[in-house]
Nanobody, 123 residues
Framework: QVQLVEAGGGLVQAGGSLRLSCAAS????????MGWFRQAPGKGREFVAA????????YYADSVKGRFTVSRDNAKNTVYLQMNSLNPDDTAVYHC????????????????WGQGTQVTVSS
């Protein structure tokens, strides 16, 4: 089992920045995939970014490419999502997710999920 706990959400003005963290505990191994997803009010959960614990290629949704950066600190078992140049369309609950096999953009491919952290961007 893997437990994921997000933190770092809050209220920020348009153009501002936030850094989300996702602390993982349990049986994490280096090839686990780690993803960030978000869900805005009245909308489905959508892919934001993904990478493996072991590093390597990172993947981003087109809507956040160039503004968001995913990274990890293996010593702290924590994955981060640095979000810059935020705009009101980024308002959502942000979830991190993990899977032992698939590095994917699909919600259904991730086995473990955190409870989410709210990000609100005011105009």
């Amino acid at each position: 089992q893997v437990q994921l706990v997000e933190a770092g959400g809050g209220l920020v003005q348009a153009g501002g920045s936030l850094r989300l963290s996702c602390a993982a505990s349990g049986r994490i191994v280096s090839n686990y995939a780690m993803g960030w997803f978000r869900q805005a009010p009245g909308k489905g959960r959508e892919f934001v970014a993904a990478m493996r614990w072991s590093g390597g290629t990172t993947y981003y949704a087109d809507s956040v490419k160039g503004r968001f950066t995913v990274s990890r600190d293996n010593a702290k078992n924590t994955v981060y999502l640095q979000m810059n140049s935020l705009n009101p369309d980024d308002t959502a609950v942000y979830h991190c997710a993990s899977d032992p096999v698939r590095l994917s953009r699909a919600v259904g491919d991730y086995r473990y999920w955190g409870q989410g952290t709210q990000v609100t961007v005011s105009s």
